[in-house]
Structures are given as structure tokens and as C-alpha cells.
């Protein structure tokens, strides 16, 4: 009997040596839990702590309380033209001290306090100047905590989203870079009661693989915009977004269909001339089609009272598209005129006299004939045609004579008028699209270069 109550004694006692450990690290939890309340209570009980007064300034002079800012870009969501604004989602924080909060560590065991109400600490007035929208996070608790270190330094953080406004230069629309900025400042405190400063090494960090449709995050700069009014000087700071507009989009949009609308339209350079319903069909299917997608164009973009960069491509292939439909009218109306005059002369042949009448003009002498019309040749040049002829040199006459037989013999294969626009338009009309072109990529992509700089 007496080894079975021994041997129950001692599992007792082995039960009571384990668990006094876990008995001591218990009570010891929560006499460290009720010491951050017992410093809370101490620091932000009723008559200790007035949220209405602000803190001191550094050194506890009586200067202006220094806020320290830093942010956190999570996402940018849209970029919009027509409205000029821009949504980002980001993480504020400011930091401050104040000596009201200073508090015992318990020898390094309390490295922070956690508020999630920002009503218990003075908190500074800062608001977003160029905000047109935001709102807090929420879900599933509110997205702030506030840290009260024992130094008294105090750390505010939230999660908020904001749609900010962002005027922006289509002159170069869509080759243009666009700065957009988060303006930061304070509402009632002045410089000498409040200066915000941005945090010394990163004050501004964005994601990685910041994701943008149809735009850019190039770089960001951060500086100041203290304002004046006639209330005093209010602290402001403000980061600088410079966005890059993504071009292949609207070269696959825009540029390459306008360029096979205007190719389009010379087709009925090729077609034949008596091909009425054809070419008018060809001309004002490519013209319609041209104005719609100009104005839907114009309709994703605000209306600004200069010319931009797209105006002009537009315009420009809208003219070439109108004037193949114009060189059509043209090319009718001198065919009815060949037309008639073939009439004219099928009706009236030349008569045997006009026919025989014959003119050497390479002879000094033109023998007349027996009707009393000739023409005659002088026989001695005027002092004025020979002066002239001399000062011509022999390579700049042969060269000019050459040009113009190529010309005239070339044009020779083409016995109507109508025939011969239709030829001229088909090399006249790819010629100046082509140096269109030049002039304007040139000049607008160097432009584009010279603002990125």
C-alpha cells in the first residue's frame, strides 16, 4: 500500500514543477498587459493630456512643432485626359514629437504603445490641396494605427485612395509627358506653430511593377510649396510624377489606320475615269470614315483652345482623303471636255487649205501660200534675242530642252487630260504624304526629346 501513495505523491509533485513555469510566464503576461494600460492611463488619462494643445517645438522651445512625412505609392489606378485627374492609393505617415507622451519602458520591455484612435493625440492639420475625391480603408478593420514611442516621438499611419487633379499640355498629345503632383500642406496652423518637412533618406516609395495602361512612371521629385496669403505662410510639400504616354497604342489605334485610310483613297487614282459609280462609292466611304474616327478622337480628349499634335495628323489626312475625292470631280469634268471637243471635231474637220499650210521654222525664209494669212520668220534677230541667248550657257539649255521634251514625250502617252491628272495624282499625291510625314515625326519627336530633358 505504501509504495502505491509514494509513487502517486511523486507524480503529483512532477505535475506541480511542470506547470509552475507556464503559471509564472502567465502572470507575468499579464502584469505586462496591464502595465501598457497603467501607461496609457498615466499619459492620456482625464487632466493629463490635452489633445487641443499642440506640442512644443524641438528642444521643447516654444517653436514651430516639425512634421516629419513619408509615402508609400501602392497603385495608381487611372490616368484620365478628359476629366484631367488621376486615382493613386497610397500609406501616409507623419511623425512628430511630443514630450507630453514620453512614458518608462520598464528597461526596454515596452518598445511602443498602439492607438487606432487618433482623437486621444493632437494630431496635425494636414489636407490634400489638389484632392477632388478620397476615402479610408476600412475593411475589415480601419486601415490607421498610431505609435507612441518612449521617447515621446509619435508615429501616424493610414491607408487611403484619393483622386487628385492633374492639368495637363495635350500640345503634343500623344507624344507628351504629363507631371502630375500630390500637393500636401496645413489648413489652420501657420509656419511659425507647424512646419511639415519630408523624412530624411526615401521619403517617397512606390511598388515594384507599378503597373500603368497606357502610361509610364518615369521618376518623382519632391520639394516644397509653402503658400502665402493674407492669413500668414502655410507649410506645403508636394511630389512631382512625371508620366510617359504609352505611343504604341495609339500608333496601332490611330496613326497606321488614318495611313491606310489615306492609301485607300488612291486607289481610285488607278480605277478607269468612266468608273463614275466606283470612284464617287471609293471616295466617300474613305471621307466618312476618316470624319468618324476623328471625331471619336476628339471625343476621348477635353476641349483645349490650342492645336495638338493628333489635330494636325488628323486634319492633314482628312485633306488628303477630300482632295482625292476633289481630283475625281476634276478628272470628270475634264473628260466631258475631251469628250467635247472630239465632238467638235468629228463635226468641223480642218479644211484642205489649213491642212496644206506648212511652217519651216528652222528655215530664215517661210514661203507664204495663196491664202492671205502667213507667218514669216524675221530675217535679222533683234540685238535683245541674241544677248539673251548668249548669256544662256549651252549645259543649261540642253539641260532645260531635255527636261522638257522627258516631260512632254512622257505626257505624249497620254492623249486626254483627264488621263493625265490621274497619272500626276498618282505620283503627286504619295509625294507629299510621304514628306508630311517626315516633317512631322522629325519634328514632334524631337520635341518630345527636348521636354524629356
Given at each position: 500500500m505504501w509504495p502505491g501513495v509514494l509513487k502517486l505523491l511523486l507524480l503529483l509533485v512532477l505535475i506541480t514543477v511542470l506547470l509552475h513555469p507556464s503559471r509564472c510566464t502567465q502572470d507575468k503576461g499579464q502584469t505586462f498587459r496591464e502595465k501598457e494600460k497603467q501607461v496609457l492611463d498615466n499619459i492620456l488619462g482625464p487632466g493629463r493630456y490635452d489633445a487641443r494643445i499642440r506640442p512644443s517645438g524641438e528642444n521643447e522651445t516654444d517653436g514651430p512643432a516639425i512634421v516629419r512625412v513619408n509615402l508609400f505609392v501602392r497603385s495608381i489606378a487611372t490616368i484620365s485626359d478628359i476629366k484631367m485627374e488621376y486615382s493613386v492609393q497610397l500609406t501616409f505617415r507623419e511623425q512628430w514629437l511630443d514630450e507630453r507622451l514620453k512614458f518608462d519602458d520598464s528597461q526596454?520591455?515596452?518598445?511602443?504603445?498602439?492607438?487606432?484612435?487618433a482623437s486621444r493625440v493632437w494630431m496635425p492639420d494636414l489636407f490634400f490641396s489638389n484632392e477632388k475625391e478620397g476615402h479610408f480603408h476600412n475593411i475589415i478593420m480601419p486601415n490607421v494605427y498610431i505609435r507612441i514611442f518612449p521617447e515621446g516621438s509619435v508615429l501616424y499611419s493610414i491607408r487611403i485612395s484619393l483622386t487628385l487633379s492633374c492639368p495637363m499640355n495635350l500640345k503634343l498629345y500623344p507624344l507628351d509627358r504629363q507631371v502630375?503632383?500630390?500637393?500636401?500642406?496645413?489648413?489652420?496652423?501657420?509656419?511659425?506653430?507647424?512646419?511639415?518637412?519630408?523624412?530624411?533618406?526615401?521619403?517617397?516609395q512606390v511598388v515594384k511593377n507599378l503597373h500603368l495602361p497606357r502610361f509610364t512612371l518615369e521618376k518623382f521629385l519632391t520639394d516644397y510649396c509653402n503658400s502665402k496669403t493674407n492669413t500668414g505662410e502655410y507649410s506645403?510639400?508636394?511630389?512631382?510624377?512625371?508620366?510617359?504616354?504609352?505611343?504604341?497604342?495609339?500608333?496601332?489605334?490611330?496613326?497606321i489606320p488614318c495611313c491606310m485610310l489615306v492609301i485607300v483613297s488612291w486607289v481610285s487614282f488607278w480605277l478607269d475615269q468612266s468608273a463614275v459609280p466606283a470612284r464617287v462609292s471609293?471616295?466617300?466611304?474613305?471621307?466618312?470614315?476618316?470624319?468618324?474616327?476623328?471625331?471619336?478622337?476628339?471625343?476621348?480628349?477635353?476641349?483645349?483652345?490650342?492645336?495638338?499634335?493628333?489635330?494636325?495628323?488628323?486634319?492633314?489626312c482628312l485633306t488628303f482623303v477630300f482632295g482625292a475625292?476633289?481630283?475625281?470631280?476634276?478628272?470628270?469634268?475634264?473628260?466631258?471636255?475631251?469628250?467635247?471637243?472630239?465632238?467638235?471635231?468629228?463635226?468641223?474637220?480642218?479644211?484642205?487649205?489649213?491642212?496644206?499650210?506648212?511652217?519651216?521654222?528652222?528655215?530664215?525664209?517661210?514661203?507664204p501660200d495663196n491664202s492671205s494669212n502667213f507667218v514669216m520668220k524675221p530675217l535679222?534677230?533683234?540685238?535683245?534675242?541674241?544677248?539673251?541667248?548668249?548669256?544662256?550657257?549651252?549645259?543649261?539649255?540642253?539641260t532645260q530642252t531635255r527636261t522638257k521634251n522627258c516631260c512632254?514625250?512622257?505626257?505624249?502617252?497620254?492623249?486626254?487630260?483627264?488621263?493625265?491628272?490621274?497619272?500626276?495624282?498618282?505620283?503627286?499625291?504619295?509625294?507629299?504624304?510621304a514628306f508630311f510625314n517626315l516633317t512631322y515625326w522629325s519634328t514632334y519627336l524631337f520635341r518630345q526629346e527636348a521636354e524629356g530633358e
Open positions: 526596454g520591455r515596452l518598445k511602443y504603445l498602439t492607438l487606432t484612435d502630375c503632383s500630390l500637393r500636401m500642406a496645413s489648413y489652420g496652423w501657420t509656419t511659425d506653430d507647424l512646419v511639415f518637412l519630408w523624412k530624411e533618406g526615401d521619403p517617397v506645403c510639400l508636394k511630389v512631382d510624377l512625371l508620366f510617359k504616354r504609352e505611343f504604341s497604342y495609339y500608333l496601332i489605334q490611330i496613326y471609293l471616295g466617300v466611304t474613305t471621307l466618312l470614315t476618316m470624319a468618324t474616327q476623328t471625331s471619336g478622337i476628339n471625343a476621348s480628349l477635353p476641349p483645349v483652345s490650342y492645336t495638338k499634335a493628333i489635330d494636325i495628323w488628323t486634319g492633314v475625292l476633289l481630283e475625281f470631280a476634276l478628272v470628270n469634268y475634264a473628260s466631258r471636255s475631251d469628250m467635247h471637243s472630239e465632238n467638235m471635231e468629228k463635226k468641223y474637220p480642218p479644211s484642205d487649205t489649213e491642212q496644206s499650210t506648212s511652217i519651216d521654222l528652222s528655215s530664215d525664209q517661210v514661203e535679222v534677230r533683234q540685238p535683245e534675242d541674241t544677248m539673251s541667248v548668249d548669256r544662256m550657257q549651252p549645259c543649261e539649255l540642253h512632254r514625250s512622257w505626257l505624249s502617252k497620254f492623249p486626254t487630260k483627264s488621263k493625265r491628272i490621274d497619272v500626276i495624282s498618282r505620283i503627286f499625291f504619295p509625294i507629299v504624304f
